[in-house]
């Protein structure tokens, strides 16, 4: 299995860009968290879904923020306006039926400048 | 509401010590699950282990062994014989049973940086 696959690994971009992050989950998880890691706040949950539908969204800081999952194989998240404060690592995991534990991708590395 | 306190912040230690991270959690839940993560200077999260509520007994898996007691909410970890490739920061994670919204997903605690010391 070639686990949950993220991208890009990096992005860099402007302020007021929009900044889609994108996330493969490994087949047969039924769910699916994004993730940000900053030095100020740590590793916080910013939205989930079971199934494809999103459960919880309290995480998702304002409205720039947006995220899908139009199939099981494949959620986005996207940043529109992007603003400097958002620079962060974004980690996307997927979790099996039965809770067995979490796998996170590799993250994406992401600089508003 | 859960909460994951990792009172060390940083830990350096001399190689072939060994070395305790702590780990205390809260939750109401009556079943949850714990986790450690480690996360070395590459960035990736990578699982270490996962014990459920109602499992008490240490684990040990090689250098690494894990003492969970429900009695003071903690889960600590304890890294015998510390080794160079050690040095990265740990997480402790704890989630709920439930798949309902504020239980299921990982709460994580801010992590303790470990630097082993050759």
């Known amino acids: 299995d070639a686990g949950v696959i993220q991208s890009p690994r990096h992005e860099v971009t402007e302020m007021g860009q929009e900044v889609t992050l994108r996330c493969k989950p490994i087949?047969?998880?039924?769910?699916l968290f994004w993730y940000r890691q900053t030095m100020m706040r740590g590793l916080e949950l910013l939205i989930y879904?079971?199934?494809?539908?999103?459960?919880?969204d309290s995480g998702m800081p304002e409205d720039r923020f947006s995220a899908k999952m139009p199939n099981a194989s494949f959620s986005t998240l996207k940043i529109q306006p992007s603003e400097p404060r958002d620079s962060a690592v974004y980690f996307c995991?997927?979790?099996?039926?039965?809770?067995?534990?979490?796998?996170f991708g590799s993250g994406t590395r992401l600089t508003v400048v | 509401a859960q909460k994951v306190t990792q009172a060390q912040t940083e830990i350096s230690v001399v190689e072939k010590e060994d070395v305790t991270l702590d780990c205390v959690y809260e939750t109401r839940d009556t079943t949850y699950y714990l986790f450690w993560y480690k996360q070395p200077p590459s960035g990736e999260l990578v699982f270490l282990i996962r014990r459920n509520s109602f499992d008490e007994q240490n684990e040990i898996s090689g250098r690494y062994s894990w003492n969970f007691q429900k009695s003071t909410s903690s889960f600590n970890f304890t890294i015998t014989a510390s080794q160079v490739v050690d040095s990265a920061v740990y997480f402790c994670a704890l989630s709920g049973a439930h798949s309902g919204a504020g239980s299921y997903q990982l709460t994580f605690g801010k992590g303790t940086k470990l630097s082993v010391i050759p």
């Open positions: 995991a997927s979790s099996a039926p039965g809770h067995y534990g979490y796998t």
């Open positions: 879904f079971n199934n494809n539908v999103p459960i919880d």
């Open positions: 087949s047969g998880h039924d769910y």
